[in-house]
């Protein structure tokens, strides 16, 4: 998106809770002065109170915070994803609480490479191009050595298909004798260390409940499975009915290694991997899909919050890996995918490794019927209930 003078708000509060009207922002702290003239050719510069928003001739824009005197260059690059019918507005107030919290440490980027309806064109599609954007902002932030994600619903599923395509592996041959990492794994050539998701449908939104607008009707399942096609190829790719050319449904291939694309390795090697999850009021993502669970697996909740300070959260899993590690598969075969459970498959896999689960109600508040955005905090106006959920995610991310 092109940056103009008319569209930088004249004010701003002035510290990092102000909110800011561009999209696909860069959060982060000061940086130092520009080294080269090319650098100052092709920025624009504002200055919006303590904020100073730089844009390229691309049209990315990078907020920082004006500290006095010479700060460290910043390490930590996290990525949010918005998700259907989104934009990178959709994480403002998480980016500016993040901000707030590490200013020294973070680079925060809204992504805005999959916005309105672009999210209709395919995880694929917005997989590959948010891949594309990881790796412009990585070259404008040379001192990055690590990478964190944050998805929210559909924007977990961008993002797992996005790490896939920017998973490397060192090979010994390629580092020095004296190295120490000797086979470690990197997204983007960055450490990766958090994948989060809020409210994502990990293993689609097909049948078995996952969609709870339609209230357990297999009726209203099944028709929705057949009009998925009124959300373009994404919609196939969450009803998993794509997969008419022969192949698994892209969801199906995405819970393991390919020969061109490592999905489970990508996941695998970021240190936590985190996933919240609404327990009721969310129409659109169930509780199952959205914290890789069977139906049996969900907890029993007890009434109230676990931690005053975190009121709508209601259960807290530490990771662990389940009891699906044996490497034996029991009988099923991807590639016989129409003659199985899919649902089944996908748990398998993804719980193969170690996953945090988050467990979150808005029960006792209005916004509860708006759980969906609320968790993300998508408008802070009307979704202000989920800014503890938020703080919550901060509160346990180490820079």
Known sequence: MEVEDSKIPKKIKEDVHGESDLEGIDSTRTRKSVDTETKKKKKKKYWMGCLRAESDESGNVDLTVNFPGERAEPTHLVVMVNGLIGSAQNWRFAAKQMLKKYPQDLVVHCSKSNHSTQTFDGVDVMGERLAEEVRS????????????????????????????????????????????????????????????????PHLGSRGHKQ?????????LERLATHMSWCLGKTGKHLFLADGDDGKPPLLLRMVSDRRNLKFISALRCFKRRIAYANTSFDHLVGWSTSSIRHHNELPKLQRG?????????????????????EDARSGTNSNGF??????????????????????????????????????QVKTKMINSAGADVIQHMIDNFEP
């Open 305 to 325: 919050p676990i931690n005053e300070k975190y009121p709508h959260i209601v259960n807290v899993e530490a990771p662990d890996t389940s009891s699906n590690l």
């Open 137 to 200: 902002v990585i070259k404008r932030h040379p001192s990055l050595q690590k990478i964190s994600f944050v998805g929210h619903s559909l924007g977990g599923l961008i993002a797992r298909y996005a790490v896939a395509r920017l998973y490397e592996q060192e090979c010994p041959e390629e580092l020095s004798q004296n190295s120490d990492d000797i086979g470690q794994e990197r997204i983007a050539g960055l450490e990766p260390v958090y994948f989060i998701t809020f409210a994502t």
């Open 338 to 375: 129409k003659n199985f459970d899919m649902e089944e498959e996908m748990i398998r896999e993804l719980t193969k490794m170690s996953w945090e689960r988050v467990d979150v109600c808005f029960r006792g508040t209005l916004q509860r019927f708006l759980a969906h955005n609320t968790i």
């Open 211 to 219: 969609v709870p607008l339609f209230s357990g009707s297999h009726t």
